[in-house]
């Protein structure tokens, strides 16, 4: 079934475990997230990202999505992940999806607050939720712990919350977009206090390549929503290399592929204690 992140946010929140939100670029992937999310009856995120359109148009792949969603036995969330444009997202409402996230996270604060809040009124007048993003996620601290300025602060926050009114708010707290070069060093202890002070959803962004008590520690300490990429791509990757080496068919491959997703998406969703939520 399709819903919004407010439907599935709150209560992943409330009991402590985390909704993985799984980017895919075709219906391959897609496959694999929806069966898997339907085998662990798990509720789940799934949508694509501005910057991987140049590898699935969006008009080609939202109805895929929107139309598995809506067949699911499960909830599911249709997202669109990272809207660096106003004119990318309302395209995105405008073909169906759910949830957005606004990232104008490259702009001062002034403009991220003035653009978000107002992509928020118009996502909530169509009944879409809004996520939006403060500090700068997707780049990790070094392991001596330089660049924890670029975190974001309990005060900013609660600031960007009350301004905005996003219904989920993605955190920098040292994780990184695509593959970590270098092990990340989360702060847990910014982390603690963000959740303390507000009660908006937090979001992990760059999850794919953490450690498994990376991932509890984060889920413990306030974190209800966790995109994975990466992870799904080397799951892929690894199937097909498989197939090619054992002469499959392509078709063969494909199938490969899609099993190898869904078992990775299955993991994650026994990690992050979703499994049997929906």
């Known amino acids: 079934m399709l819903v919004t992140l407010n439907d599935v946010l709150p209560k992943a929140q409330k009991e402590k475990y ?54 699911a036995t499960v909830p599911v969330v249709v997202h669109y992940d990272h809207g660096l444009t106003f004119d990318r997202c309302i395209e995105a409402l405008k073909l169906g999806f759910s949830s957005i996230m606004f990232d104008g996270s490259a702009h001062d604060e002034a403009e991220n607050l003035k653009q978000t809040a107002e992509m928020v009124k118009i ?23 330089k660049d924890t300025d670029m975190y974001t602060t309990p005060a900013e926050a609660v600031n960007f919350v009350n301004a905005t009114g996003v219904d989920a708010l993605a955190i920098a707290i040292g994780t990184a977009h695509g593959a970590y070069k270098t092990k990340p060093k989360l702060d847990i202890d910014r982390l603690s206090e963000i959740r303390a002070a507000l009660d908006t959803p937090l979001v992990l962004h760059g999850g794919s390549g953490l450690s498994d008590d990376d991932f509890r520690n984060t889920i413990k300490n306030g974190i209800a929503k966790v995109n994975i990429f990466t992870d799904l791509c080397n799951a892929g990757e690894k199937a097909m290399r498989n197939g090619l080496e054992e002469g499959k068919a392509y078709l063969d491959i494909r199938n490969m592929k899609v099993e190898e997703i869904k078992n990775a998406v299955k993991r994650k969703i026994e990690l992050f204690g979703c499994a049997g939520k929906a």
């Open 18 to 71: 985390a909704v993985g939100l799984f980017n895919t670029t075709d219906t391959d992937m897609l496959e694999g997230v929806i069966a898997a999310a339907e085998e662990m009856r798990a509720p789940v995120v799934i949508g694509t990202a501005e910057v991987l359109l140049p590898h699935g148009e969006l008009k080609l792949i939202a109805p895929s999505i929107i139309a598995a969603a809506k067949r």
């Open 123 to 145: 996502a909530h007048s169509m009944g879409v939720s809004v996520e939006g993003e403060i500090g700068h996620v997707g780049q990790a601290a070094t392991d001596d712990g």
